[in-house]
């Protein structure tokens, strides 16, 4: 029954009519607005918008970690009404647990839902390596820079297996050659390891270069402006003709929001 | 360690002995030059009668047993105290019930030093071990309380929003989340605590106690031993350092993941 429910939709994020108020009467503030989003598998969706737009409000509506006022968010079929780990979550500031290791981060989530040690050192030390962290298992996060913090961020949101993967302005605090870097090895991990990502951002090139789908915002209270569909071939160049193409698009399209 | 982490050592080590050895020559100086020497002994006899003691009994015991009397009685009045701390802190943090109920009891209580429940201790208990124990515990657990009070109250809401969406639940929370990142709070008043025990301990010696440290400094009050006083002080001091210092080695073991660099 859930399965054929699954495959007539065929997506793993549907967002119907949702909107969000925060607090009451004459001080209330609305910050998402009526979005109806649907997101398939595996596709790599990038939420752009100027800043405080609503966009991790959006996020955190997905993530279960905020309740909508109106509407309902769907994964799988199943409204979301609390966090849970069919959902991963990669946060601006890392938010890994100071007192694990790289390895114990990594694992957290296998352990806590009790899978064998062996088993889940396995699992984990895969992804490890698949960040690019091999050797590091055993340091613990204040050791790290802040590129490898939000790998390990991002190899603990993976490792738990989730139907989607929310990110929000990952690269946010990083400084520009890093998030470079960053933006190459999230292109390489999603194109190892396929997964259906959410990712939050406001800086433009990021959304071109990793984006199938951008979805466009406007100003708070958010809602969706334009989508558009990026086709451009993988691994993309920051300066291809079609890239800047795309880029000036959605830039004078801001700039008329703005306005 | 590198040549120059190994060159700071020593030459710390060196600084220590040249400042300790200058405040005894000031002392001896002072001691013998000038007429302080009719009221204050001389360093060397202090150390005489300090390792004398260490075998020689003064009172009942030896120093030593005065000084295992004193450290059993902490013991038991700190590691009460810290349990009983530990525990209602975390309940107060995590419970606002518990919170709104304990807190207005609490900090009436608060500002009343250890050594003010003396006299009600011994009206309570008597002179025996109880009013020590019950004096050390007075003077002891309201840090650790409040300490693990605002670790587990303070606890970062992302962290715990972390934990949930990796789908721990609320007791995996409490196990894996609240209480580690309470374990640097309990330790900062672990530490106080333990100093304030130590002097709580001292306290109660000095007015009901036929043994221990305490007991060593007021008897030599009482018959006029400036030395005896002095040797108890130098024990006191000593014994004050080694607790401290051991505590700040487990919190370096516990707290590891909070040390930058190697």
Not at chain 1, 225 to 244: A, G, I, Q
Not at chain 2, 197 to 206: G, I, K, P, R
Not at chain 2, 219 to 239: H, R
């Amino acid at each position: 029954m859930e399965n054929t429910r699954k495959l007539e939709n065929d997506c793993v994020v549907r967002c119907d009519h949702i909107g969000k108020i925060f607090g009451e009467f004459e001080t209330s503030h609305e910050v998402v607005k009526d979005i109806n989003l649907n997101i398939k598998e595996n596709e790599f969706v990038v939420i752009f918008g100027p800043g405080q737009c609503g966009k991790t409000t959006l996020l955190n509506l997905m993530a279960g970690l905020e309740q909508t006022t109106s509407g309902e968010v769907n994964v799988n079929g199943k409204p979301v009404t609390a966090p849970g780990p069919e959902r991963g979550m990669v946060y601006q500031t890392t938010a890994l647990f100071p007192w694990l290791t790289v390895m114990g981060n990594v694992e957290f989530g296998l352990k806590m839902a009790g899978v064998k040690k062996s088993k889940r050192r396995e699992r984990a030390q895969y992804y490890i390596d698949l960040v690019g962290l091999k050797g590091f298992e055993k340091s613990y996060p204040v050791k790290l820079s802040g590129g490898m913090c939000q790998r390990v961020g991002i190899a603990r949101a993976y490792c738990n297996d989730p139907s989607v993967i929310l990110m929000d302005e990952p690269f946010g605090h990083l400084d520009a050659q890093t998030r470079y870097l960053m933006e190459e090895e999230i292109e390489r991990i999603c194109s190892t390891e396929k997964r259906t990502v959410v990712f939050v951002t406001n800086n433009i090139e990021e959304a071109i270069y990793l984006a199938d789908r951008i979805i466009l915002l406007t100003n708070c209270p958010a809602t969706v402006k334009k989508e558009y569909v990026v086709d451009l071939p993988r691994p993309r160049s920051y300066v291809s003709p079609e890239f800047l193409e795309l880029r000036e698009l959605i830039t004078s399209e801001m700039d008329e929001m703005d306005l | 360690m590198s040549k120059q982490q190994v060159r700071d050592k020593v030459s710390t080590i060196l600084f220590a002995m040249l400042s300790v050895c200058l405040l005894l020559l000031v002392w001896q100086l002072a001691v013998s030059g000038t007429t302080l020497g009719k009221m204050f002994p001389k360093p060397i006899p202090v150390f005489q009668k300090f390792v004398e003691s260490l075998t020689v009994p003064i009172g009942q015991y030896t120093l030593v047993q005065h000084a295992v009397f004193s450290l059993y009685r902490v013991f038991v009045g700190f590691v009460s105290g810290a349990v009983v701390g530990v525990i209602l802190g975390i309940a107060m943090g995590r419970i606002p019930v518990i919170d709104a109920i304990v807190k207005p009891i609490f900090n009436l209580i608060r500002p009343i030093p250890g050594v003010a429940w003396i006299p009600m201790a011994i009206l309570w208990f008597g002179i025996g071990e109880t009013t020590k124990y019950f004096i050390i515990f007075m003077g002891g657990f309201a840090n650790v309380l409040l300490n693990t009070y605002a670790g587990a109250r303070d606890v970062d809401k992302q962290l715990i929003g972390a934990a949930q969406m990796l789908g721990a639940n609320r007791r995996q929370i409490f196990v894996h989340i609240v209480l580690p990142a309470s374990v640097p709070y309990i330790f900062a008043g672990l530490q106080v605590s333990l100093s304030t025990s130590w002097m709580a301990v001292l306290a109660a010696e000095m007015v009901c106690a036929q043994e221990g440290v305490g007991y060593l400094i007021t008897g030599g009050m009482n018959s006029g031993n400036t030395t005896q006083i002095l040797v108890g002080m130098l024990a006191i001091g000593l014994i004050g350092l080694i607790l401290a210092t051991l505590m700040r080695y487990a919190e370096k073991r516990l707290c590891s993941w909070k040390i930058r660099g190697n």
